[in-house]
């Protein structure tokens, strides 16, 4: 019965203000009483449903905040970090009561190549993708996106692994090796890297070049292996979510464009806001500085 006297609710509210609204045909039409429905109307909630509507509104922020990406998982973290005692499970019904659900747009472009131009290109970083601290592994990839109306266009990224994040980045218009080395010196000034450090890649030509080698030349080279590229798995699995989570939302039409959106989500979303499982659920920044301040610490105490 509860049900139908919502149903009735949510009509009248929804053509209050488009016409006048019989309640009386209203309730006859769905076959409920008129005083019924008023005594559901004027009857107070209960204090579950009242928390159960704050929990609601408090998930509807996060979500909001989000940018429409996060689910239960992410969004149960938030709240129970926040003193909530509640379930994944909760969360996920009452996303679905309110009619939310986390952004997921399949990628429909081929995202990585791999050409073998040297027997000599090894493998160093071997999968390992949780170093102790920042700056001990970058990888680095190419990936393509649509545009209407200039084609596609290539967004090259290089991610530190110790936190994923994103530390440099570059939109171009065509595959040189030199939107590679522009990505690369950014990033080694941002970094101000002194020790030497892996870098992890595909065997793409943009990164076999000699000018990529010579930029490169006091870093530790890592090439994944013929035809996989699980060896290059974190950048790869970041192109994928930059795509799913927020490109794909959108008809890109220009390079202009694309690079408005991809500033939008590297920059003021996912390296300072968005919470990541492998940095216990603290955004990249977060993650970095909460070593540095570790790190400090025992200088301190020592």
């Known amino acids: 019965m509860t049900s139908l006297y919502q149903a009735v609710s949510d009509y009248v509210e929804e053509n209050a203000g488009i016409h006048k609204v019989s309640i009386r045909a209203v309730t006859q039409l769905v076959g409920v009483s008129r005083s019924g429905f008023k005594s559901w109307v004027n ?20 979500y ?61 970083l071997k999968r390992d993708f949780n170093p102790k601290g920042p700056d001990a592994a970058w990888c680095t990839d190419i990936t393509y996106i649509w545009t209407y109306t200039e084609g596609f266009v290539y ?30 010196k950014t ?11 892996v870098i992890h890649s595909d065997r793409g030509i943009q990164f076999t070049s000699e000018e990529y080698r010579e930029l490169t030349e006091k870093m530790k080279r890592s090439y994944s292996k013929k035809g996989t590229p699980w060896d290059n798995a974190c950048i790869e699995s970041f192109h994928a979510l930059i795509k799913r989570e927020w490109l794909n939302r959108y008809k890109i ?31 990249p920044d977060e993650y970095e500085k909460e070593y540095y301040a570790n790190q400090i610490k025992q200088l301190n105490l020592n």
């Open 64 to 124: 909001d905040k989000s940018k429409e990406i996060y689910g239960s998982p992410k969004i149960t973290h938030i709240l129970r970090q926040e003193g909530y005692k509640i379930s994944q499970k909760t969360v996920s019904n009452y996303m679905r009561e309110i009619g939310i659900k986390a952004c997921y747009i399949k990628p429909w472009t081929k995202t990585t190549i791999s050409k073998d131009f040297s027997t000599n290109l090894k493998n160093i």
């Open 253 to 283: 039409w220009d390079y202009q464009q694309a690079k408005r959106l991809i500033f939008e989500y590297i920059e003021t979303f996912y390296n300072t806001i968005r919470i990541h499982g492998h940095c216990d659920y603290l955004s």
């Open 187 to 197: 990033a080694k000034q941002r970094r101000n890297i002194q020790q030497p450090l």
């Open 43 to 62: 009857r107070k909630k209960s204090k579950q449903q009242q928390y159960k509507e704050r929990v609601q509104i408090r998930i509807k922020e996060i």
């Open 155 to 184: 967004l090259t990224s290089i991610m530190d692994l110790y936190s994923r994040k994103i530390i440099a980045w570059v939109l171009t218009k065509d595959m040189t090796a030199q939107s590679v080395l522009e990505v690369i």
